[in-house]
């Protein structure tokens, strides 16, 4: 089992930048993927970035690509994501989630196993 908190929400103006984490806890030794998903009101949830196990490989939805980083701390158990020239439209609960299956499609939702309770990120314009 892993437990998964985010924090680093809040509220900033268009053109400015957060950092969010998600610290894991519990069965991580084996190592994980992680991702990044946001859902707005009245919109499904979707998928902003991900970082693949072991080679830590990257992954963005063209929204975010060129704005967003994700990075991880294998050492503090932390997953970061980085975002930078923030619009309006990024405005969103973010959830951060992990997986361990090979092979796993981690730009999905069913890539993930476990997810964090979310936290408000928005945007004034």
């Known amino acids: 089992q892993v437990q998964l908190v985010e924090s680093g929400g809040g509220l900033v103006q268009a053109g400015g930048s957060l950092r969010l984490s998600c610290l894991a806890s519990?069965?991580?030794?084996?190592?994980?993927?992680a991702g990044w998903f946001r859902q707005a009101p009245g919109k499904e949830r979707e998928f902003v970035a991900a970082?693949?196990?072991?080679?830590?490989?990257?992954y963005y939805a063209d929204s975010v690509k060129g704005r967003f980083a994700i990075s991880r701390d294998n050492g503090k158990n932390t997953v970061y994501l980085q975002m930078n020239s923030l619009k309006p439209e990024d405005t969103a609960v973010y959830y951060c989630?992990?997986?361990?299956?090979?092979?796993?499609?981690?730009?999905?939702?069913?890539?993930?196993?476990?997810w964090g309770q979310g936290t408000q990120v928005t945007v004034s314009s």
């Open positions: 989630a992990a997986g361990a299956k090979l092979g796993a499609l981690i730009t999905t939702a069913q890539g993930y196993d476990y």
């Open positions: 519990g069965r991580t030794s084996s190592g994980i993927h």
């Open positions: 970082i693949r196990r072991s080679t830590d490989i990257t």
